[in-house]
């Protein structure tokens, strides 16, 4: 079992930036693939970003691509979401999730993650 403790988020003005960690304990990050997803109020639940195990293959979701980049250190069992441009639609809860056995059509789905984290808050002001 793997247990995720996200960090990094707060309260920053539309067009700053915000860099996102998503630190593993219990096993090793680099068994695992690792997503990030949002939740605003009201809102459901919706995919930002993945990075798969080897980091060889990253997805994004259309409303942050060019602007969000995810990375992973393995030696440091973190997988970090680095946020630039941020717009007060970016305004979430963000969650990073982790599993080891998923496949590529699964990697967008938050319903196919078994691991997740506690939730850190973005607020992104206008």
């Known amino acids: 079992q793997v247990q995720l403790v996200e960090s990094g988020g707060g309260l920053v003005q539309a067009g700053g930036s915000l860099r996102l960690s998503c630190t593993t304990s219990?096993?090793?990050?680099?068994?695992?693939?690792v997503g990030w997803f949002r939740q605003a109020p009201g809102k459901a639940r919706e995919f930002v970003a993945v990075?798969?195990?080897?980091?060889?293959?990253?997805l994004y979701a259309d409303s942050v691509k060019g602007r969000f980049t995810i990375s992973r250190d393995n030696a440091r069992n973190t997988v970090y979401l680095q946020m630039g441009g941020l717009k007060p639609e970016d305004t979430a809860v963000y969650y990073c999730?982790?599993?080891?056995?998923?496949?590529?059509?699964?990697?967008?789905?938050?319903?196919?993650?078994?691991?997740w984290g506690q939730g850190t808050q973005v607020t992104v002001s206008s």
């Open positions: 219990g096993r090793t990050v680099r068994r695992y693939a």
């Open positions: 990075i798969r195990e080897n980091g060889g293959t990253t």
């Open positions: 999730a982790a599993d080891s056995r998923l496949i590529y059509s699964s990697l967008t789905n938050g319903e196919m993650y078994d691991y």
